[in-house]
């Protein structure tokens, strides 16, 4: 099929390279030129392992072009795919300006494009946004009528950061939302070869399956954490009695993790958003706040645990290894590094901060600190080391080494204790040191 995504970001790109494996012709849509230029170069805008080698490979096979003309390549294309950003508003609330204004671009060129043309919401959006704005939109400024002239559909992503194209490639399902079954064909044929089970619902469903999917697993991982800091009192690690509960089938051992909480583009945004849409509905939504309170208090509690292991914080040197908020990204949208630094200044320590992919993206966020190019030289300006990201470079540092560190707050349970020989080491849920 000859397909149009408009928007380059995470999920734009990633989902054109995957339809380009499948064997379709795709044209990737944004009004940045340089961004797209840098494509065509072979180099996606933001680090994901493997885009870059699949991105050059159809990129040279013809496979993947761009436009900055978004009209024009919905006119050459049977489906379109809106990829573009929804971030939230102050109040937690989607923001729908980039989905209103591609959504006019759309039906301007469909207005007198010949045939059925098929329109898939892919980006996360409210319920109700498909078949509300969306719709509307592209059937007033193309003078179609959808389900007739035009197919509309929401077809949820359910990508991991950092396993983005393995995600794209082998989906545990696909999602259709549509109202007719023309629509629902074309997506089947498109779909079809990935092999993965396909869920056709409606498209309000399948917008709410998404936000229902990252808030329950959101609140597995702050039910995790708030177990951890009871196990601490009680003396016993948090990751032995979550490897007993995860051998229930019905609970299973994902997301049971104890750590300093999730971040990224999506648990977080997507559970405000949804205790935003319970507030309109005069809903109380205590487990989702619940879980957004207990996100807070995970790093704050770090930090006192490396101030109960090492005394007063201030005027101490302190490393933070880890800036994205997961590895193998740069991506450091709610990172959980940001609020346990935050909260280390506050206790007036001096920090130094190391990340193999993300310090760029973070200098922004926090450019008080200093800044390393190594792991090494972080830990060795330094007296105690906060871990946040589990990214392998640390795993392989030298720490038998380090005999001048006080202490190790290990945020992510990636250390061996006993490659820290005289050093006091502590981890998330494990038993609070004397």
Known sequence: MRISVIGTGYVGLTTGIALAELGNQVVLVDVIKNKLDTIMDGKAPFYEPGVDEMLSKHIERGNITTTIDGGKAVKGTDVTFITVGTP????????????????????EALKDRPGFHVVVMKSTVVPGTTLGPIKETIEV??????????????CPEFLREGAAMQDSLHPDRVVVGCIDDRTYGILESLFSP?????????????????????????????????VSRICEKLGIDVYEIMEGVGMDFRINPDFLRA???????????DVSALISIAKGLGIETPILEGAMMNNEI?????????????????????????????????????????????????????????????????????????????PEEAVDRSEIVFLMTEWPEYRTLDWSSKSHLLAVIDGRRTLDVSSMKRIKYWAIGRPLPE
């Open 298 to 374: 995970q790093p704050r509690h770090l930090v006192d645990m490396g101030e109960r292991i090492a005394g007063p914080l201030k005027g101490r040197k302190v490393a933070v290894l880890g800036l994205s908020f997961k590895p193998d990204t740069d991506d450091v949208r709610e990172t959980r590094s940001l609020p346990v630094i935050n909260e280390l200044r506050e206790r007036g320590a001096l920090i130094t901060a190391h990340d193999p992919k993300a310090t760029e993206n973070f200098r922004p966020l926090s450019p008080e600190i200093s800044y390393t190019g190594s």
């Open 88 to 107: 939230p508003r102050e109040d937690g609330s989607m923001d729908d300006t980039h989905i209103r204004s591609a959504s006019r671009m759309i039906g």
């Open 141 to 154: 400024h193309s003078g179609k009528k959808a389900g007739i002239d035009i197919g509309i559909a929401m």
């Open 194 to 226: 990935l092999g993965s089970r396909i869920l056709r619902t409606s498209p309000t469903s399948a917008e709410m399956i998404k936000y229902a999917s990252n808030s329950f697993l959101a609140t597995k991982i702050s039910f995790a954490n708030e």
């Open 259 to 269: 750590g300093a909480g999730f971040g990224g583009s999506c648990f977080p945004k």
